[in-house]
């Protein structure tokens, strides 16, 4: 699949195709042109496909080229050729392989929650070329043992695992039917999204998505987050890292990002008050301003 618009000289502005896993896997990659040749490439988190970064794809293509995948068996990739391949480092070969399909250009790896970790573990894979990284309400890993600050979900999680795979049917019906204004309201009520900074219709496609993700591999794709952690690759990272935090972020705790800034050689953090998980939504502004300062000052170094 390969669909492009054109500009002057043949170079595409927009084009979408399918890069190919290490296991044959299908996987769903979005480009746009920008002004220079470095591409900020997008990593989302677990069950997401792109709605996070629904400002950044267009405010980031006025600095740089900018570059979305979708991980497998989510968006528009391809359901796991093999089903056993959903760790962190499965999907940091994936990422190798887009960077690679999109012709291996200088990239700035960006990523959200999950995408943290996936975009140290790239950084691990291959240093070559990756010239800054943006980490997104993300940590080094053991996301579930710091989840609300607390090792609550690592606790339930073999359970739900369990309970997924002996009934599989109930757990992917009631997984699918659940309604978008239920998840909506649900936010509102527990204070994981501040609503009053972001649009409802900003978050339903996060909701909408979710659904179609199958539910158990979103289990099992937590726990392997939760197990893993690339902390000690951290003092390894030789490029310019920016780390932007909310401090009302219950799913990744301001702290931990903090922590993974002080650990990272050359990182800049920076603490948004009132910011959620949902930072790019709820603070479009700060958060372009802050990137845009970031990637303007590793460009000209």
Not at 116 to 123: C, F, K, N
Not at 137 to 152: A, E, L, Q
Not at 228 to 244: G, I, T
Not at 275 to 288: D, K, N, Q, S
Request: charge should be neutral.
């Amino acid at each position: 699949m390969k669909t492009r618009a054109k500009k002057s000289e043949d170079r595409p502005l927009f084009a979408e195709s399918l890069a190919e896993g290490s296991d044959g896997t299908r996987l769903y990659v979005r480009w746009r042109d920008g002004p220079h040749q470095t591409t900020a490439l997008l990593s989302d988190g677990i069950v997401c496909d792109g709605y996070i970064y629904k400002y950044l794809w267009e405010d980031l293509s006025h600095i740089v080229s900018v570059a979305h995948w979708n991980y497998r068996g989510h968006g528009r990739s391809a359901l796991p050729a093999d089903p056993e391949r959903i760790t962190v480092l499965d999907h940091a070969h994936d990422l190798d392989a887009v960077r690679r399909h999109l012709g291996d250009p200088p990239v700035v790896l960006v990523g959200h929650s999950f995408g943290t970790q996936v975009a140290l573990e790239a950084y691990r894979l291959r240093p070559e070329k990756v010239v800054a990284l943006v980490l997104l309400c993300g940590s080094f890993g053991r996301v579930t043992y710091t989840f609300k600050g607390s090792d609550m979900l690592a606790g339930v999680l073999p359970g739900l695992i369990a309970f997924a795979e002996q009934h599989k049917k109930l757990a992917r019906a009631v997984w699918s039917r659940l309604p978008v204004r239920f998840g909506l309201e649900l936010a509102r009520l527990t204070g994981d999204v501040n609503l009053a900074a972001v649009r409802p219709e900003d978050l339903e496609p996060y909701f909408r998505h979710a659904a179609h993700v199958d539910f158990e591999m979103f289990l099992r794709m937590l726990r392997e987050a939760g197990e893993h952690s690339a902390e000690d690759v951290l003092a390894q990272v030789r490029v310019p890292a920016l780390v932007l935090a909310g401090d009302r972020d219950s799913f990744t705790p301001s702290e931990v990002s903090e922590v993974m800034a002080r650990l990272l050689p050359r990182a800049e953090f920076e603490l948004v008050p009132g910011g959620t998980h949902a930072l790019p939504l709820e603070e479009r502004e700060r958060v372009r301003r802050s990137i845009a300062a970031f990637l303007t000052r590793v460009l000209v170094e």
